[in-house]
């Protein structure tokens, strides 16, 4: 099972990337599934989540009206839209697939990982 992130990239400060996450091996139609990043020199944090059906959604504060989470059950991905983008969101992002149809903001629910992609911000 993997869970393969892409779309990651040097943008600068306003813009806007599309971050894409495919699941291979496995569908996680009933899963929720979750974005974290990691900022050089701090730790892992959440970002955004959405549930089984991706009816439910959920975002940290920090990210909250620029980033939008989207998933499509039948080709097995999710998606996140990111725009302002600012130098803060520079990161190395992570996909996750969670067993608790729900989701989670606790990296601890989530079982599946990706590798990451790493999106940088700066002019």
């Known amino acids: 099972v993997q869970l393969q992130a892409s779309g990651g990239g040097l943008v600068q400060p306003g813009g806007s990337l599309r971050l894409s996450c495919a699941a291979l091996?496995?569908?996680?139609?009933?899963?929720?599934m979750g974005w974290f990043r990691q900022a050089p020199g701090k730790e892992r944090e959440f970002v955004a989540r959405?549930?089984?059906?991706?009816?439910?959604?959920s975002y940290a504060d920090s990210v909250k009206g620029r980033f939008t989470i989207s998933r499509d059950s039948a080709k097995n991905t999710v998606a996140l839209q990111m725009s302002s983008l600012k130098p803060e969101d520079t990161a190395v992002y992570y996909c996750?697939?969670?067993?608790?149809?729900?989701?989670?903001?606790?990296?601890?629910?989530?079982?599946?990982w990706g590798q990451g992609t790493l999106v940088t911000v700066s002019s």
């Open positions: 996750a697939a969670s067993p608790y149809a729900g989701g989670s903001h606790a990296e601890s629910q989530y079982t599946y």
């Open positions: 091996g496995r569908t996680f139609r009933t899963w929720a």
């Open positions: 959405a549930s089984w059906n991706g009816e439910t959604t």
